[in-house]
């Protein structure tokens, strides 16, 4: 049923698996160095071919400066901020209070309205694209940060809802009991009792959704349009037009985006494996 450990696999296998994992680990970053390295290259060798090779010059802190200070870069990062803070508080403060709901009290159609929370999650974005545009056009939500939070917040919460109801059940329902005998108020049971304990659940979810909703590019293109509201992933590609197919800056920019989710995990990291982990092992 589960995978044999590969310390009790034979000795070929073990030297097979040491010599993939680094090769794969490779594989893996290579993307990420390439861009790395296209972000301290100058324009001239994207113009002569110089794509793989040595950087004729290294123009790092001139390409970076040029992206925080000759772009509209920080405004972008100022929207993906507006944009992804309040929807993982929305989304996370929803599915809270949903999944206490669908994990505690047994009601008829309990199974049902789960079914419904989680139903969205199966739905392919392109399916729907035209009907979320044309239903923020007519709420004169469109090319709006409050738009984007508000759809960011109905898309996210079926899934936060699935994890936090099946983390509740996983709770001693012995509390919730003894709770109740003492006379203490359902919204007592669950500010005091409940909420507490899903800290771990709230901290995992929360670096979820942080880095799902910061490095989402698909909604971000069809519902806003311009520096006004349009978040970092969007607003790379505005290198393309203003300077001409920037490389180099699209590569800057792109570390520059790619660094406050890595950020946000090394930060949660104790906090994140606890919430994942939590309920694994009796």
């Not at 009790?8 to 097979?16: C, E, I, L, V």
């Not at 509209?72 to 929803?94: C, E, F, K, Q, W």
């Not at 999650?121 to 056009?137: E, K, S, W, Y």
């Not at 940060?145 to 809802?161: E, N, R």
Request: glycine share 6%.
């Amino acid at each position: 049923m589960f995978p044999k450990p590969i310390q009790n696999s034979s000795r070929a296998w073990q030297t097979t698996y040491q010599a993939l994992v680094p090769a794969a680990l490779v594989m893996w970053l290579l993307p990420l160095i390439a861009v790395a390295i296209f972000s301290i290259k100058p324009e001239a060798d994207f113009t002569t071919g110089n794509y793989w090779g040595v950087p004729s010059s290294f123009e790092g802190l001139s390409n970076y400066g040029r992206v925080f200070f000759g772009s509209d870069m920080p405004r972008y990062l100022l929207n993906s901020v507006l944009i992804t803070v309040p929807t993982v508080i929305g989304a996370v403060a929803l599915s809270c209070m949903t999944g206490f709901a669908l994990g505690v009290y047994k009601f008829r159609g309990n199974l049902l309205l789960f079914f419904m929370f989680v139903a969205g999650n199966f739905v392919p974005f392109q399916i729907l694209m035209v009907p979320v545009r044309d239903l923020t056009l007519d709420m004169g939500l469109y090319n709006t940060k409050t738009g984007l939070v508000l759809f960011h917040i109905a898309f996210q919460t079926g899934f936060c809802t699935l994890f936090m109801r099946n983390f509740i059940r996983a709770l001693p329902f012995e509390l919730i009991e003894a709770a109740r005998v003492e006379g203490v108020a359902e919204w007592r049971i669950f500010w005091f009792v409940v909420l507490p304990l899903m800290k771990p659940a709230i901290a995992a979810l929360s670096v979820l959704i942080f880095t799902f909703i910061w490095n989402d590019y698909f909604w971000a293109v069809v519902l806003t349009q311009g520096a006004e509201s349009q978040p970092v992933t969007a607003g790379i590609t505005s290198f393309n037009a203003q300077y001409r197919a920037a490389y180099h800056l699209m590569s800057a920019g792109s570390i520059v985006a790619a660094l406050p989710p890595v950020a946000m995990f090394f930060l949660m990291q104790r906090h994140f494996i606890a919430g994942l982990t939590l309920g694994a092992v009796k």
